[in-house]
Nanobody, 123 residues
């Protein structure tokens, strides 16, 4: 499985960005969940939002009501729409996939990772 993350950038507080995570490879059939995680300098990687192939979603409390995760089955792509961005959302955002359907917070539970995309929110 290869994951390609894109869509990061520099935005002012209150603005929006949409991140994309495209899955490819011969074993994408093994994916049952994709999650967006972020890591700010000096902090641990944290789960921001995840979606499983049963349609279940999970969000960190800090982004509920502002971020929306969705999936395009035909394109093997998961999106993270981020609205009302805050400076504290600044981080490198990674998408990860796992064969299990549970959307778990522990980074070691995710099987594959994309390369990360920088999101910077200025005040």
């Amino acid at each position: 499985v290869q994951l390609q993350a894109s869509g990061g950038g520099l935005v002012q507080a209150g603005g929006s960005l949409r991140l994309s995570c495209a899955a490819s490879g011969s074993t994408t059939y093994s994916i049952n969940a994709i999650g967006w995680h972020r890591q700010a300098p000096g902090k641990q990687r944290e789960l921001v939002a995840g979606i499983n192939w049963g349609g279940g979603t999970k969000y960190a409390d800090s982004v509920k009501g502002r971020f929306t995760i969705s999936r395009d089955n035909a394109k093997n792509t998961v999106y993270l729409q981020m609205n009302s961005l805050k400076p504290e959302d600044t981080a490198v955002y990674y998408c990860g996939s796992r064969s299990g359907s549970a959307i778990v917070s522990v980074p070691s539970a995710w099987d594959y990772w994309g390369q990360g995309t920088q999101v910077t929110v200025s005040s």
